[in-house]
């Protein structure tokens, strides 16, 4: 269901501020009337928001912000209508990274490298990577980062324990973890993963070298060629062909009962996901899981937010806007608050000292996990987005079901997807 936003702004007369840091408040002098910001965004982030309001109510106790709440799918729907129509457009706009290398060829957005912003001065108050996700090939920078996805292993100790192997065996490289997979599901029944799917997703994500992306490189150049795909669909190939994946999609009810039920023993993902499992997805399987480090010492990003201000957005509304960013990505409190509340895992590096990071969690058997995803997030290669990412993301995961499915020939799978996406990666 689409939402359609009653702007009715009143607009206000002020200059752009130089602003600090620290975040410059404005006096009650410089609000004549009572101003409204709208931010869009999607579950959990628009929890995050509104759990920011009462600090962005002493800042400024006259203004008020509007958080328009849709689904995942139905939020980047609109926002990127809204962003190419002008029309029901938000102040500030939540996006997830996947989205944000489409949202930044397009023009639509602010370049938040230039005046007023100048963002690159907070860049070393993020972890290395953070940033460089929202840098398209210009050099423009059209988000600011407030939450990262580490890449982890997430895995049931006890269906480990049954099959006689250690997390040691699991993790050694990707081989040695599709091999282990192997023994769990003769000793205990279970999948090893989700859907080999997953396999890819994340084997794509390692070994990414400065100035590529997931897909193309900084020039476009297409590289779903590269060894770095052609072993992930081998290594998905291998999984499929050991029945060691459920075939089951992310999300779906199949999956969440996959863990409900102790019938998917890992999950490679981003560190977010332990807290969804703990909050909504398995609670009953509290204690049975654990995180470690990818296979291989591999590291990767895997999801992350980002908020953005489109480029049509009022003038007068856009130095509002900005505070409202930075203090959504800037102020260790409300990092650290939507860490702990939503395990949004923060880009701030002020808050990687809190205690917080100490504390064992109790889902994951009172493991401290954070710790290593903490380290993690410090080894993470930064990636080049592009404008054509999530059609990639779709060529690719079609080739791959041609392999799975179909057995279709690994080297003729990605030369096809490489000639399709050679076709539209200058547009």
Not at 96 to 120: C, H, M, N, T, W
Not at 190 to 202: E, G, P, Q, S, V
Not at 276 to 285: E, G, K, R
Not at 306 to 330: D, G, S
Request: positive net charge; glycine residues 8%.
């Amino acid at each position: 269901m689409r939402e359609r936003i009653q702007r009715g702004r009143l607009r206000w007369r002020s200059s752009w501020l130089c602003l600090s840091p620290c975040l410059l408040v404005l006096s009650a002098a410089n609000v004549q009337a009572q101003q409204s910001l709208i931010v869009a965004a999607y579950p959990a982030v628009d929890e995050i928001v509104k759990s920011a309001l009462p600090a962005w109510k002493r800042l400024h106790p006259n203004v008020e912000v509007k958080v328009v709440s849709r689904q995942f799918t139905d939020h980047h729907t609109a926002m990127t209508t809204a962003l190419s129509t002008s029309f029901y457009l938000p102040d500030v706009m939540a996006l997830e990274v996947g989205y944000v290398g489409r949202f930044a060829q397009g023009g639509g957005l602010d370049d938040l490298s230039k005046p007023p912003y100048d963002i690159k001065r907070f860049e070393s108050r993020w972890v290395a990577y953070a940033l460089q996700q929202a840098t398209n090939r210009k050099g423009a920078i059209v988000a600011a980062p407030t939450d990262i996805g580490p890449g982890t292993l997430l895995y049931r100790a006890d269906l480990l324990a049954k099959a006689g192997v250690g997390e040691a065996e699991l993790t050694q490289s990707w081989e040695s973890y599709v091999a282990t997979g192997a023994k769990i599901k003769a000793a205990t029944g279970a999948y090893l993963m989700a859907h080999a799917r997953d396999m890819k997703d994340i084997i794509i994500r390692t070994g990414i070298q400065p100035g590529e992306g997931l897909y193309f490189d900084s020039q476009s150049n297409v590289l779903v060629t590269s060894p770095r795909f052609v072993r992930a669909f081998e290594l998905a190939r291998k999984v499929r062909q050991g029945k060691l994946d459920a075939r089951v999609g992310a999300w779906s009810n199949e999956w969440s009962e996959g863990f409900k039920r102790g019938t998917i023993a890992t999950q490679l993902t981003g560190a977010w996901l332990a807290g969804h499992m703990n909050n909504w997805l398995a609670p009953n399987t509290a204690g049975l899981w654990r995180a470690a480090q990818l296979p291989g010492g591999a590291f990767a990003a895997y999801g992350g937010t980002f908020f953005a201000i489109p480029r049509a957005t009022p003038a007068a509304n856009k130095p509002l806007a900005w505070e409202f960013v930075q203090l959504m990505t800037l102020d260790r409190n409300v990092q650290l608050s939507a860490f702990k509340s939503q395990d949004a895992f923060p880009a701030l590096l002020e808050t990687y000292d809190d205690p917080f990071f100490d504390q064992p969690i109790k889902f994951l058997g009172g493991e401290v996990a954070r710790v290593g995803w903490r380290a993690a997030a410090k080894r993470i290669t930064a990636v080049t987005v592009h404008k054509q990412d999530a059609f990639a993301d779709e060529v690719i995961n079609t080739e791959l079901d041609k392999v799975l499915d179909r057995n279709k020939d690994i080297a003729t799978a990605l030369a096809d997807a490489q000639r399709l996406l050679q076709q539209r990666a200058h547009r």
